[in-house]
């Protein structure tokens, strides 16, 4: 009986064994299962990844290859319109005989040789290069809004250096603008695809230095009679109108240089100081030291080994434009008797012939050419200061001129208003100069001053000459942001030595735009404020200091300054230049130019010259300093091409 149960315990654990056999194999499979989904999902993943990297890294080198189609199609219009550059071209000769046709022929090369896809990658032509991504790229035409296919590129104008049209002979440069609009079609491997467009304005400037005959100094956006090469560098900036030195300019690596028009200089040589007594002397327009690299644009194209300009020998036309408003009718001094017999004071007292330490004088008369007595009668250029003044200038009401002239305890007021009017019953067709002293009784002198021309000794216009036998203490408009020069006004303030400028010295209505507005950059004309006001800032004898004191509507300092004047310190043998005597000037803007004998310090954080265009057509402020440059245009200079982009649009879509 007890072995019987024994056999049966034993049959049953075996069964139970056998039982448990079939969960280990489905654990197995499970995780077989489990194993093999976790597989698939990574070969997934990086399937994914792969066609992910693949679309990306092919559609980057379909942009980057459309990228290069728009350089390259940029290129091949600046080739193709350079290349029609005429030979010998001069004033008289223009440098492209028909500009449209060029643009015509151009735009038939592009769509020629690149409106199918072409290799964005060659090695002398010789096709893709080896190991290079492939990529391919075309030029395709925009539309307008009627569907119409718009030109790789148009002829818009050529206009002067003064921003006028074109007409011969030229006297400073010719520049022509063509418009472009330029889309180019990337593809890479794949399917993929990208489109971009770029569409702005090409330019074209070819340089002349200069006109024939007699030019005024006021031509010159910036002129420096004494610069040796590698002795100073050049201040970085954008440097506005044709720009001479009888030196050699000398560049650095602190900043960047922009030249809009001609640069000019005597030496056949620019210097690059890459500092540490590293400075080179090359024609070439751009250097390079190890890894840095000096790269001024001339945007103006650039003339080197050119003649020496000759300076003015000595202020005398100045002076005596007071007199005679002639102002080259004598190559002598003035002398006291030339004053004793031209000027009077407010009491009609002539110029000592002895000599005068102080006062106000002008040029008028009260006889007539048969010795009868008539009003007092404008007869000059100008006003003569005599002994070291303040002088401020400021317009009143649409013609009047003011001057306020300070000597010590006397400040002498003279108003010079061209208008024609009728003062007391009297009339003076011809305007009124009205002198007073100290709020005294008024002079009222029928006329104002002229400038005649000295060939035909026939008047030219209302134009005035301040001459200060002295120094020049404090030149400044009534406060900043005032305008102190009336419209029409043509003047020109010559010191017989030191001229301080102490605020702003501003025109009524600007002629050229202070800053960029829009695609219209700065120091663009404005024609509907040119009423042809000028002013004119010389010293043959001295320095133009700036010594700014002038507060804002605040009553706070805030070191802004700006003079609209072509401004001269500059004499045969001269040292003068614009100085900085003062307090720091953090944004100094002038309107017109800067001519010296040599460059000195303005301290000043932001300078902002922009040339006056109009000075560049051989009109300028009145009795000005020029120079004589001979018959003849003087060879030309180097046609510099420029793009200007206006637009660039990425129009490849993102999915």
Request: charged share 10%; glycine share 12%.
């Amino acid at each position: 009986m007890q072995r019987h149960n024994v056999r049966f315990l034993k049959s049953g654990r075996r069964r139970s064994a056998s039982q448990q056999r079939g969960v280990a194999l489905i654990t197995t499979l499970l995780l077989l299962m489990l194993m093999s989904g976790l597989a698939l999902a990574m070969a997934w993943s990086t399937r994914s990844d792969l066609l992910i990297n693949g679309y990306y890294r092919s559609f980057r080198g379909s942009f980057y290859a459309a990228d290069s189609g728009l350089n390259i199609g940029r290129q091949e219009l600046q080739n193709q319109v350079m290349k029609d550059i005429v030979l010998g071209w001069n004033g008289n000769v223009a440098p492209l005989t028909n500009p449209t046709t060029t643009a015509s022929n151009a735009n038939t090369y592009l769509q020629n040789n690149y409106m199918s896809y072409s290799s964005s990658t060659t090695i002398n032509g010789s096709g893709q290069a080896a190991k290079s991504w492939p990529a391919k790229y075309k030029l395709v035409q925009d539309v307008d809004l009627s569907g119409n296919p718009i030109p790789f590129v148009q002829y818009v104008s050529c206009t002067m250096g003064n921003g006028l049209p074109c007409t011969s002979p030229v006297t400073s440069s010719y520049k022509y603008q063509f418009n472009y609009d330029i889309v180019a079609v990337g593809q890479s491997r794949g399917g993929e695809a990208a489109t971009i467009q770029d569409h702005g304005s090409f330019f074209v400037t070819a340089p002349l230095t200069s006109a024939p005959g007699n030019t005024s100094f006021a031509a010159w956006g910036m002129f420096i009679d004494k610069f040796d090469i590698c002795s100073g560098t050049l201040v970085p900036g954008t440097i506005t109108g044709p720009t001479f030195t009888n030196g050699a300019w000398t560049f650095g690596t602190s900043g960047n240089y922009t030249f809009t028009d001609p640069v000019g200089s005597v030496s056949s040589n620019f210097g690059y100081n890459f500092g540490a007594n590293n400075c080179d002397q090359t024609s070439a327009p751009s250097d390079k030291s190890g890894n840095t690299a000096i790269t001024p644009k001339f945007n103006g194209g650039y003339n080197l080994n050119q003649s020496k300009i000759n300076l003015p020998q000595n202020d005398y036309n100045q002076e005596r434009a007071v007199l005679d408003g002639i102002g080259q009718s004598g190559n002598n001094p003035v002398n006291s008797s030339d004053l004793h017999n031209n000027v009077r004071d407010v009491s009609g007292a002539a110029y000592p012939s002895g000599g005068a330490s102080s006062g106000v004088f002008l040029p008028y008369t009260t006889t007539d050419a048969l010795g009868n007595t008539i009003p007092p009668t404008f007869k000059g250029g100008g006003i003569y200061v005599e002994g070291a003044a303040n002088v401020t200038l400021s317009p009143s009401g649409t013609a009047a001129q003011v001057y306020t002239i300070t000597q010590g305890s006397t400040t002498t007021t003279v108003t010079v208003d061209p208008t024609p009017t009728t003062i007391a019953g009297v009339s003076y067709p011809k305007g009124t100069t009205i002198m007073s002293v100290n709020g005294g009784a008024p002079l009222t002198v029928s006329g104002v001053p002229t400038q005649i021309d000295p060939t035909t000794l026939n008047p030219t216009g209302y134009a005035t000459m301040l001459y200060v036998n002295g120094k020049i203490n404090s030149l400044s408009g009534p406060g900043e942001g005032m305008p102190a020069i009336q419209d029409h006004t043509n003047l020109t303030i010559t010191g017989a030595s030191d001229v301080t400028i102490t605020g702003d010295v501003t025109y009524k209505q600007p002629p050229v735009t202070l800053t960029a507005v829009g695609t219209t950059p700065m120091d663009t004309l404005i024609p509907a404020n040119d009423t042809r006001q000028a002013l004119g800032i010389f010293t043959a004898k001295g320095n133009v200091i700036l010594n700014d004191t002038q507060t804002n509507s605040s009553g706070k300092f805030d070191g802004l300054l700006e003079i609209d004047a072509s401004m001269a310190a500059i004499s045969n043998n001269g040292t003068g230049g614009l100085v900085n005597n003062g307090a720091q000037v953090n944004q100094l803007t002038i309107v017109g130019g800067r001519i010296q004998n040599t460059i000195q310090n303005i301290n000043t954080v932001t300078r902002n010259v922009l040339f006056d265009k109009r000075f560049s057509s051989g009109w300028g402020p009145a009795w000005f300093p020029s120079t004589s440059l001979g018959s003849g245009v003087i060879t030309p200079g180097n046609p510099v091409p420029s793009f200007s982009r206006l637009q660039w649009v990425n129009h490849t879509p993102f999915d």
